[in-house]
């Protein structure tokens, strides 16, 4: 329906479900059972077209547990979903019954046979296993653009490709073995001998009836035939039923059937994987042709030659990238028929590659390009072009209309058929009206993606894109026998035309295979299997106008994997589609009541647990900063009083942070005389009776810090603007930390010692970037703060010509935003690395390991690699906690809102090294939250780079 609603869910009812939630909050508790109606909205949407809410959400974390809801589910005639990170493209993990998520510990990763074999639970994400297998020059074969976003789970299970695995190295082609949990509770490992046995014993019956299929299908030589035509091409429509040919033993069958099978089948638990080569040595060429048939006949030539990758472009795609920035002049321009052709090559070393090149070079002679083939191993270049194929998808959903959503369906075609069905597709665009849509696709494989912008709050929207969608399917299945899902899986967006594209008898096989494995009907229902002709057209997910912010969000939830309140309460992703409903209801006033209840949970789910890094713009391709969204909507919370106060803390500034520094001395004095473990106690009392209205006290708050002595450093010192933050000038060390002086304080001592001369603006003590405004939505606060500090600034150096050095990283992407152009601005982690490094040498590195974390200022600032290396240079062990990204410390959040730091950090315990003697960042809140969670002082990188230099002679 274009509302978006579901006719499930009308017809079932919550009721039949308080039974299951009662169950599954017994076993499991509440904390991992959603049933509030702001989250359950949340996991209604995946990343595709479809919304579906469910009545439950369960978050599941071993294989018993699967088993326990499978068990319920069965009992009960409960549809039941798997759902892995939610970034399928065609409705298949939505469920308006039980949604089965994985939780956080299906996350093992085991190398094995030096880096040959991978075995992977469900919940590890694609580009965690290669990052695993990079030191054996290996990965995963399957290679899809949402590898650093997609989990093994799903990608097993839609058997998904990308731009250089094709049809030889995807899931289904590099599967060793698998542990698989069955629709009736059966668990088998077909990489374990005794499973196995013990599997073949209790499952006779099923193993005997899927070799009866496969020895009938192999004996139909029109139907073996067809099967093996059909995915001799990326396919998948439908479920993997080349298993019934390509083996003969009914356990190879039934493990193989699994890939691709959406969660219709069973639950793949584990996988082992066969990897492939990554070879480190690369080259590009972006290859321009007069028209689509001129590239196609160079696709056919190139795929004789060891090209890793060749990326279509049609001319329309081209364009919707040729003014964005950093994109080469030589894409600008050109006539309407030209077509691009992205192509790279590999090899294990240079003399390869360059013996590759040579290869590809010579064929390429004997088609017509518009220049010259000229592959470069620059990254630089490198980059530019593959900026160009990464930027087109992003491209299409940035311009789009408020409202609409952005489509990228994807089909396959035989290579010698691509030329004409790509001019076909191009046809059916203009027939259709889609004027803006593009093509791009893996011409390897004939696989070919098109994108377009589609309106599903209108009805005549709706039949366009039913009609629109015949015509593709007749094109795609009459026309050329292609696929009408290539790597996307089939979903609920194909599930009606699976007979139409396998024809007859090879649908009823695959009805047949579902009704052998899933008799009960519970897995996913709708998905693959469908008798609904309609179903593509129902439960349409609604994209309502909610903020300019936000509205160019297309829900592919590439940014959940950065959010620290993931897990907690919302994601980015989920905060925009609880704002977006709750936008719609406000506007239409259909339904006052639920419009309150879910802003009341949106509250805290939405507002208070978002620490608005801004590390979730840094993952989506539109480029869209949800925690902007955040920021605004608490400004518009506030009061008339709430500004006015906020403005006299402005204009008193320096006061403010005085009485911050007494309540810290307060604290210290109360560690000295009660104790630390009484004041703690003290202070949780205080703020349970306070409604948590009183700051969280943690063992590692420092002491009150103390503004740094003026008039530091030879006169002929190289000068610079230090400008120490408020957090900095107001918290000193932390209660058991090596060093006892501030940052400041050490910070001046290690420029003077590199030959600088650092000098204070008027007025320090009361100065601020607003940073601390601007988190609680205070804008005017904020800018009229940074005005100030500018103003300072300029009266030191009004030419510019001095940087500018800031001791926090938050603080100095803010500057460095508000500031462009006017002064140079350094982060503390730039000033060392970049400019007193030079001057400095290390007179014995750090023996014990340190931790280094790279806060979410820092990695948007693109500081990382600055930071780890100061402390490589440092330290004889650095370790870098993988899975900790922000700390969720947010400023102050994790005085106000500790659980949102405990959840961000929960990880780091078991990363801190063994005789570790410290951590380090560039964030003195950061640093107190850490040093809580880890049991080892965090302070900043200033500290090291000094304790272990010394001026260069």
């Known amino acids: 329906m274009p509302d978006g609603t579901s006719s499930d869910t009308v017809v079932r009812g919550s009721g039949a479900y308080a039974g299951a939630i009662r169950e599954f909050t017994g076993l499991f508790g509440s904390d991992r059972v959603v049933h509030d109606p702001l989250r359950l909205l949340a996991y209604g949407t995946d990343a595709s077209f479809y919304r579906l809410i469910p009545q439950v959400v369960v978050k599941v974390e ?32 939505v469920s308006d019954s039980v949604l089965m998520m994985l939780g956080e510990k299906w996350d093992r990763v085991t190398v094995e046979k030096a880096g040959a074999l991978v075995r992977l639970q469900p919940g590890v994400l694609g580009a965690d ?36 695995c094709g049809t030889s190295d995807n899931s289904y082609k590099t599967l060793v073995s698998m542990r698989l949990l069955l629709a009736d ?42 099967i093996r035509d059909k995915f001799a091409i990326k396919n998948t429509t439908g479920y993997s039923i080349n298993a019934l040919v390509d083996f003969e033993d009914p356990l190879e069958i039934l493990q193989h059937l699994m890939i691709g099978s959406e969660g219709t089948l069973g639950f793949i638990a584990e996988i082992t994987y066969r990897t492939v080569p990554e070879h480190a040595h690369k080259a590009s060429a972006l290859l321009l042709f007069p028209d689509i048939g001129e590239a196609c006949r160079a696709v056919a030539l190139l795929k004789a030659t060891p090209v890793a990758a060749v990326e279509l472009m049609d001319r329309p795609a081209l364009r919707s990238v040729e003014d964005k920035p950093g994109m080469p002049a030589a894409i600008r321009g050109l006539g309407d028929g030209v077509t691009a052709l992205l192509v790279e090559v590999r090899g294990e070393d240079a003399a390869e590659l360059n013996a590759r090149i040579s290869q590809v070079s010579a064929v390429l002679g004997g088609v017509e390009t518009l220049a010259p083939a000229a592959f470069t191993s620059d990254p630089d270049e490198f980059g530019k072009l593959w900026k160009i194929r990464k930027g087109l998808f992003p491209a299409v959903g940035a311009v789009r209309r408020a409202g609409t959503t952005v489509i990228i369906e994807d089909v ?16 059916l665009f203009e027939k259709h009206g889609y004027h803006e ?51 996307h899986g089939t979903g609920r967006n194909m599930a009606p035309f699976v007979e139409m594209e396998w024809g007859r008898d090879a649908y009823r096989l695959m009805r047949s295979i579902k009704d052998l494995l899933d008799p009960d009907g519970i897995l996913n229902p709708g998905v693959i299997i469908c008798d609904d002709p309609q179903a593509h057209l129902k439960d349409l997910k609604p994209l309502p106008k909610a903020d300019p912010l936000v509205d160019t969000c297309i829900e592919c939830g590439f940014c959940e994997r950065m959010c620290p309140s993931a897990g907690l309460t919302l994601t980015p992703r989920q905060r925009i589609v609880g704002w977006r409903e709750i936008s719609h209801l406000s506007d239409t006033g259909t339904d006052p009541e639920r419009e309150a209840g879910l802003r009341t949970l949106y509250d805290y789910q939405g507002l208070e647990t978002c ?13 869209i900063e949800t925690g902007l969204l955040t920021k605004a909507l608490r400004g518009r919370r506030q009061s008339t009083l709430g500004h006015r106060i906020a403005g006299i803390a402005g204009r008193h500034f320096g006061g403010a942070l005085a009485a911050a520094r007494f309540g810290l001395g307060a604290v210290a004095l109360s560690n000295r005389t009660l104790g630390p473990a009484a004041t703690r106690r003290l202070a949780d009392y205080g703020r349970r009776i306070s409604g948590g209205r009183l700051p969280k006290i943690g063992p590692a708050l420092p002491g009150p810090a103390s503004l740094p002595a003026a008039g530091q450093g030879d006169a002929s010192g190289t000068p610079v603007i230090y400008l120490p933050s408020c957090a900095n000038r107001t918290f000193g060390a932390s209660p058991g930390a090596p060093e006892t002086d501030a940052v400041p304080d050490r910070l001046v001592s290690l420029m003077v010692k590199a030959g600088y001369r650092p000098i204070f603006p008027d007025g320090l003590a009361g100065l601020c970037c607003g940073q601390a405004f601007e988190s609680k939505g205070l804008d ?31 603080c100095t992407l803010r500057l460095k935003k508000m500031l462009a152009g006017r002064v140079t601005v350094l982060d503390s982690i730039e000033f060392l690395h970049d400019h007193a490094m030079p001057r400095l040498e290390v007179v014995a590195k750090q023996a014990e390991p340190v931790l280094v974390h790279v806060n979410c200022s820092a990695q948007r600032l693109g500081l990382g690699d600055k930071i780890v290396g100061l402390a490589r240079a440092c330290a004889e062990t650095v370790v870098v906690p993988e899975g900790v990204g922000c700390c969720g410390f947010a400023g102050d959040k994790g005085f106000s809102t500790p659980e949102l730091n405990d959840h961000a950090l929960r990880r780091l315990p078991d990363a801190v090294p063994a005789g570790c003697e410290g951590g380090y960042s560039s964030n003195r809140t950061c640093e107190i939250g850490l040093s809580d969670h880890s049991g080892v002082p965090y302070r900043s990188i200033v500290y090291l780079v000094d304790r272990v230099t010394r001026r260069r002679p």
């Open 437 to 487: 849509a593009i093509i791009f696709g893996h011409a390897l494989d004939g696989n070919l993606h098109f994108v377009f912008t589609q309106d599903f709050a209108i009805d005549a929207e709706v039949e366009r894109y039913a009609a629109f969608m015949d015509d593709v399917c007749k094109l795609v299945v009459d026309k050329y026998d292609g696929s009408l899902k290539a790597e």
């Open 62 to 93: 071993s294989e018993a547990e699967v088993l326990a809801v499978l068990a319920a589910c069965r009992r009960d005639g409960l549809p039941v979903t798997f759902r892995a990170a939610g970034t399928s493209l065609s409705g298949q993990a």
């Open 780 to 810: 005017r606060e904020a800018d009229a703060k940074t005005a100030e500090l500018a103003a300072a600034v300029i009266a030191v150096d009004d030419y510019g010509r001095i940087p500018v050095v800031m001791d926090a990283s938050a």
């Open 611 to 623: 620490a608005a890094c801004g590390l979730c713009a840094t993952a989506c391709p539109v480029g």
């Open 412 to 427: 396959a075609f035989r290579i010698a058929d691509l030329a004409a069905a790509t001019l076909d597709l191009q046809t």
């Open 185 to 226: 509770g059966t668990l088998v490992d077909t990489g374990d001998a005794d499973s196995v046995a013990r599997f073949r014993a209790s499952h006779r019956d099923l193993l005997g009836k899927l070799d009866e299929l496969g020895r009938a299908t192999r004996a139909d030589e029109t139907l073996a035939r067809r």
């Open 129 to 164: 296993a290669n990052r695993r297998l990079a030191s054996h020059a290996r990965k995963i074969g399957p290679d899809p653009a949402s590898i650093d976003s997609a989990k093994i789970g799903g990608i097993a299970a839609n058997n998904s490709s990308g731009m250089c």
